[in-house]
Structures are given as structure tokens and as C-alpha cells.
């Protein structure tokens, strides 16, 4: 594994360090956008006073703290996207790999980095009883000692399910000032949280308490977008309903129906499917910074 020269330094000088994924900006973000907002996420970061760790195989290396060039290569070039799995693979083989929320947990927090920021967590898939189709981002978190911001999961997936994997996988989910689980373009789903949490001090302190108790599991925060910054709630309900209903009319099964979904809201959204996506992903990395602080002063 290769860290960053800045990675590394704040790392053993205990200085905040927050981690990225690239599957975000590789898959999750249409081009020119995509690079535009990874770069200005890092600079978030740093005017925040926290060393960005962008995560990522460059050819054939797992690298956490990406340089200016190899960010721009994993917005502009075609690498495929690296969960867990992969990695193997991808490292035996020399090849790259945007890494998931699974993929850059299990990296980062082998690095000794404790805060990570994303959009959306991947979960349990509709029809997953039929389907298996389950997101590793769930069981990697359960033994990768890493705390997740998140605005909780896209109602494309079946939130109930992934909040009851959560919980059998003994992954605490923390609301961030809320006691409502959000739905990523959305500030809230049908479902309420047991913990929620007002400071990023409280965050740290239960980090601190789940390594003095021996615990494996990553942290999951859930920090729901503004009210101001969400997407309106009836026109995400219908066109979530139009694009199901398109994909069991097509026919669209298995893998081919979550890119299908997403590929349909974003197409019939007029751009604020996107920049709520935007927005929500600035928000957790503020939050995520905050945290990273936290942490490093209890050092
Ligand atoms: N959710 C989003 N946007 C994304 C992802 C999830 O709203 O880009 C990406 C993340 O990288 C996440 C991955 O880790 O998809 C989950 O993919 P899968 O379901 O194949 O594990
Ligand atoms: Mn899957």
C-alpha cells in the first residue's frame, strides 16, 4: 500500500486526516462534473485544515492520498470499479481501480485513517430476497474500523432491509442532529433512529469507546442534506415510481436495474437530482472534517 507523502505525516504526527472513495467520482458523477468536484472536495478538506486521502489501485497499488494526477486519471480514464473483491485481483494483475465505500473503508482504515466521507452507502437491493443482491459496503464495514458519513442510502435500494443488515452486522448508525434515517436526495426516509448525536466530539467519544470495548465494526453517520438543499419530495416520489415501473415494463433484471433506475432519475431530473448529489457529498465531507478533528485532538 502507498501513502501520500501528507498522508503519511499527519498520520504520525496525529494530525485530522479524512478519507474519499473514487468509485464516486469514476461512476457515481457524470463527466466534466466528476473531476470538477473531486478537486474541490480535496480543497474543502484542506481549507478545513484536514489532509484529504482520496483512495484508489493505481496500477496495481492500493494508494490512500491521491496526487493531482492520478485523481485526474480516475475522473478521465475508464477504470473499472474496485470493491473488496477486486483487490486482489486488480494488485495481483497491476491494473487500477476506483474503490467503493467497501473497497476505500477497508483500505483507509488499514492506513490507520478513522474518518471517511461519502454520498450514499451501497445496501440491500429491491427483490434482494429473490436476488441476493446485497452491496458488500455493509459486511466489509462490519470488520473495518472506520466511521462512515453518509447521507444514508438512495431510495432506489430497500432501506428497511439495509437498516436491518446494519443492525444484524453490529454497525452502529448514528443520526447527525437527527433521529430520522436520511434517503440520500432526500433529508428523510420512512424510518427513525434509535441514537442521534449533536457534536462531532460526542462522534469521536463513541469511536474512543468502541475501540476500548474491542470492536471491529466501522461507524456509520448518518447526516441528512438541509431542507433548503433537498430535492422536492413529490417529484422525487414520481419519478422514482416512473423509472420502476419503466424497468419492470423493459424488463430490466439483476445488475442492469440499478444503473437503469439511476440513469433514468438523472436523465428526467433537470439537473437537481445532481446537484442535491453535489451538495450532499460537500455536506458529509464538512461534517467528516469535523469529526477527523475531533478525533485527532483526543490523540
Ligand atoms: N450510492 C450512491 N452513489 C454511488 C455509490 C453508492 O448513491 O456512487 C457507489 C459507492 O461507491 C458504493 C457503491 O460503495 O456504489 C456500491 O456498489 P455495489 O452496490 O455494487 O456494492
Ligand atoms: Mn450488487
Redesign the pocket.
Known sequence: MKLSPEVQDALEHSRPVLAL?S??IA???PRPQNLEAAQRWEAQVRAAGVVPATVAVIDGVPTVGLSAAELERIATDDIP?A?VRELPVLVGAGRSG?????S?AYLASQAGVRVFS??????V?RGASETF?????LSVLAISPITVVSAG??SILDIGATLERLETLSIPVIGYRTSVFPA?WLRESPYSLEWSLDTPAGIARVMAARDELGLRAGIVVANPVPAHQQWDPAIHDRLLAQALNDADRQGIRG?DV?PFL?AHVLENSEGASLRV?LDLVTNNVAVGCEIATAWAARR
Request: a negative charge; charged letters at 20%; hydrophobic letters at 30%.
Open positions: 472513495e468509485t464516486i461512476h457515481g458523477l470499479k470493491s476506483a474503490t467503493t465505500v467497501a476505500t461519502t454520498g450514499g452507502l451501497g445496501g437491493h443482491d446485497e452491496s458488500a459496503d442510502v438512495k440520500f445488475n440499478t439511476l448529489n
